[in-house]
């Protein structure tokens, strides 16, 4: 509760949480639909409630004398078929907006409509864990990418002037255990991720900056802190972004110790430093684990070792109880060389 409240105002941007404040084409939809049956429903609310209010006040005892009760109706025709009419009417117009929505946000990923397709369209597989995000970064444009990332989502922004290329983001969703949620709610609306089904979602947006999310669906105890990052970056930062997650992780003599002390412990059954024996695959990717902001899927701040990254290696049990990563009771110089060693993945 605390440590998600503190990031927030330690990054000094509000997190912007809203359906209200769209950026992307389907979550603008998404608002479109939402003020319409906001409309409709709150038209509906006051005809009701007026009715409601006129008769209590009307009809309340005492009230004009010699007309203690309405004139008692049974059987109307006109009337059945009013109320039956209207309600199906309303019912008939939400299915319409409704199908028309659902047609502009799904989108075929294998075969775009034309006014996204002609773009530089970047793929990522997202797989969801039990509690954190996997990002496997397949292509951008034609180039083939391979790596994978967690929980921060990086992406560029689209250009939609006339000059500018469009950049649309194109997801395929997968769990690697329960149901999970994606909803990153000013960039498009809650797609689910669901064990033995792909769906696939898109989203593209030229406004760069930060969009929380998080997990939508509950998926076990620490749902609440399944929390998710998506940086737009400008088209620079994005290609500078890129060349680095592509490379192997990082490695020097200095840094040999550190890392033999980080490969002889059981971190390497679950987690990846890609160049090195660590090839697990059951938790996140830790190759460039250094450029990502927060640790533990956006619970804490990554302090780069100092204080952080120690705390949740020593045990991530007081921070994410109930998380799959268990304490390995390390002595403190194998923790100072593991810490070490991590925050030299940059
Ligand atoms: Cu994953 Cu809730």
């Given at each position: 509760?605390?440590?998600?409240?503190?990031?927030?105002l330690?990054?000094?941007?509000?997190?912007?949480?809203s359906?209200?404040?769209?950026?992307?084409?389907?979550?603008?939809?998404?608002?479109?639909?939402?003020?319409?049956?906001?409309?409709?429903?709150?038209?509906?609310?006051?005809?009701?409630?007026?009715?409601?209010?006129?008769s209590?006040?009307?009809?309340?005892?005492?009230?004009?004398?010699?007309s203690?009760?309405p004139?008692?109706?049974?059987?109307?025709?006109?009337?059945?078929?009013?109320?039956?009419?209207?309600?199906?009417?309303?019912?008939f117009?939400?299915?319409?907006?409704?199908?028309?929505?659902?047609?502009?946000?799904?989108?075929?990923?294998d075969?775009?409509?034309?006014?996204?397709?002609?773009?530089?369209?970047?793929?990522?597989?997202?797989?969801?864990?039990?509690w954190?995000?996997?990002?496997?970064?397949?292509?951008?444009?034609?180039?083939?990418?391979?790596?994978?990332?967690?929980?921060?989502?990086h992406?560029?922004?689209?250009?939609?002037?006339?000059?500018?290329?469009?950049?649309?983001?194109?997801?395929?969703?997968?769990?690697?255990?329960?149901?999970?949620?994606?909803?990153?709610?000013?960039?498009?609306?809650?797609?689910?991720?669901?064990?033995?089904?792909?769906n696939?979602?898109?989203?593209?947006?030229?406004?760069?900056?930060?969009?929380?999310?998080?997990?939508?669906?509950?998926?076990?105890?620490?749902?609440?802190?399944?929390?998710l990052?998506?940086?737009?970056?400008?088209?620079?930062?994005?290609?500078?972004?890129?060349?680095?997650?592509?490379?192997?992780?990082?490695?020097?003599?200095?840094?040999?110790?550190?890392?033999?002390?980080?490969?002889?412990?059981?971190?390497?059954?679950?987690?990846?430093?890609?160049?090195?024996?660590?090839?697990?695959?059951?938790?996140?990717?830790?190759?460039?684990?250094?450029?990502?902001?927060?640790?533990?899927?956006?619970?804490?701040?990554?302090?780069?070792?100092?204080?952080?990254?120690?705390?949740?290696?020593?045990?991530?049990?007081?921070?994410?109880?109930?998380?799959?990563?268990?304490?390995?009771?390390?002595?403190?110089?194998?923790?100072?060389?593991?810490?070490r060693?991590?925050?030299?993945?940059?």
């Open positions: 509760m605390i440590g998600p409240l503190l990031l927030a330690s990054e000094g941007s509000p997190q912007n949480l359906i209200f404040d769209p950026v992307s084409p389907p979550a603008q939809s998404i608002h479109h639909l939402s003020l319409l049956v906001l409309a409709i429903t709150a038209g509906i609310f006051l005809v009701v409630e007026s009715v409601l209010i006129y209590l006040l009307r009809f309340r005892r005492g009230y004009a004398p010699g203690s009760e004139p008692q109706v049974y059987g109307s025709k006109p009337i059945e078929i009013a109320w039956t009419a209207a309600p199906a009417l309303v019912v117009v939400l299915t319409l907006v409704i199908a028309r929505t659902e047609w502009e946000v799904r989108v075929d990923l075969h775009p409509p034309p006014e996204i397709k002609d773009g530089h369209p970047l793929r990522v597989r997202v797989v969801g864990h039990q954190w995000w996997e990002f496997n970064y397949d292509s951008y444009g034609d180039e083939k990418l391979g790596f994978i990332a967690a929980n921060e989502l992406v560029p922004a689209s250009i939609l002037s006339e000059s500018g290329e469009r950049r649309p983001v194109f997801l395929t969703l997968e769990s690697a255990d329960v149901a999970h949620s994606f909803w990153v709610p000013r960039l498009a609306g809650k797609t689910d991720l669901i064990p033995g089904k792909t696939t979602m898109w989203f593209e947006t030229e406004h760069t900056g930060l969009f929380v999310g998080q997990c939508a669906e509950y998926c076990g105890t620490q749902h609440a802190n399944m929390l990052r998506v940086y737009v970056d400008s088209l620079e930062e994005f290609s500078r972004w890129l060349v680095n997650q592509k490379k192997d992780a990082r490695d020097s003599d200095e840094l040999r110790k550190d890392k033999e002390a980080f490969l002889s412990q059981s971190c390497i059954n679950c987690h990846r430093v890609r160049g090195t024996l660590a090839r697990g695959t059951f938790g996140p990717d830790l190759t460039h684990l250094m450029s990502r902001n927060t640790l533990a899927a956006g619970m804490i701040l990554n302090d780069g070792g100092v204080k952080n990254l120690r705390a949740w290696i020593a045990d991530p049990q007081t921070i994410k109880p109930g998380c799959l990563m268990p304490a390995f009771g390390l002595s403190e110089s194998d923790l100072d060389r593991v810490v060693y991590l925050a030299s993945l940059e």
